[in-house]
Antibody, heavy 121, light 111 residues
Framework: QVQLVESGGGMVQPGTSLRLSCAAS????????MHWVRQAPGKGLERVAV????????YYADSVKGRFTISRDNSKNTLYLQMNSLRTEDTAVYSC??????????????WGKGTTVTVSS | QSALTQPASVSGSPGQSITISCTGT?????????VSWYQQHPGEAPKVLIY???KRPSGVSNRFSGSKSGNTASLTISGLQAEDEADYYCCSYTGSNSDVVFGGGTKLTVL
């Protein structure tokens, strides 16, 4: 069945880096745009980055632009989020999600359960 | 980009219908028919209920329906069931750089 499983979360200090991974299975990964969405404790959802199926096109939320990098390895069916210069406000559950529809940019039709990132001194 | 505005909570009794509103601006909800709705039970991943304002993915109950008027989108749940108790989020394209914005979420309580 279609499945997304995130890993790589943990507790880190402000200013450090972390790389999240999302292993995809059950569908043709290379044909889909993929998103990273986060949810801070007690807060709503925020889409932080999306990478289109053609790889060259990537978009970021203003809150992470210049610090986070989304990438994918279609040969490994894996999505990544490299997070640098982490801040306490980046503390959240990070989920990967598959883009739905013809462009895959505007909604997410399959979600992972997420991995927790805690940024604290 | 500011978050879309949703009521913090709504409630209803089993069998009733409820509507959750999602208010944006003329730059997002008002211009683009690219509103989606998600259901999230505690500790679980979100699930898409509605996309492109009023389209239901395969497998989603027809008790869930979406609509839009002006800058406000709405999710209606008919024949409320206990299992519908969850958090609900709306999302819209913002017209800028493939960006989307979510609402703050609405907690639905089934009385």
């Amino acid at each position: 069945q279609v499945q997304l499983v995130e890993s790589g979360g943990g507790m880190v200090q402000p200013g450090t880096s972390l790389r999240l991974s999302c292993a995809a299975s059950g569908f043709s990964f290379s044909s889909y745009s993929m998103h990273w969405v986060r949810q801070a404790p007690g807060k709503g959802l925020e889409r932080v980055a999306v990478i289109l199926y053609d790889v060259d096109n990537k978009y970021y939320a203003d809150s992470v632009k210049g610090r986070f990098t989304i990438s994918r390895d279609n040969s490994k069916n894996t999505l990544y989020l490299q997070m640098n210069s982490l801040r306490t406000e980046d503390t959240a559950v990070y989920s990967c999600a598959r883009g739905g529809g013809s462009t895959g940019k505007y909604y997410m039709d399959v979600w992972g359960k997420g991995t927790t990132v805690t940024v604290s001194s | 980009q500011s978050a879309l505005t949703q009521p913090a909570s709504v409630s209803g009794s089993p069998g009733q219908s409820i509507t959750i509103s999602c208010t944006g601006t003329s730059s997002d909800v008002g211009t683009y028919n690219l509103v989606s709705w998600y259901q999230q039970h505690p500790g679980e991943a979100p699930k898409v209920l509605i996309y492109e304002v009023n389209k239901r993915p395969s497998g989603v109950s027809n008790r869930f329906s979406g609509s839009k008027s002006g800058n406000t989108a709405s999710l209606t749940i008919s024949g409320l069931q206990a299992e519908d108790e969850a958090d609900y989020y709306c999302c819209s394209y913002t017209g800028s750089n493939s960006d989307v914005v979510f609402g703050g979420g609405t907690k639905l309580t089934v009385l």
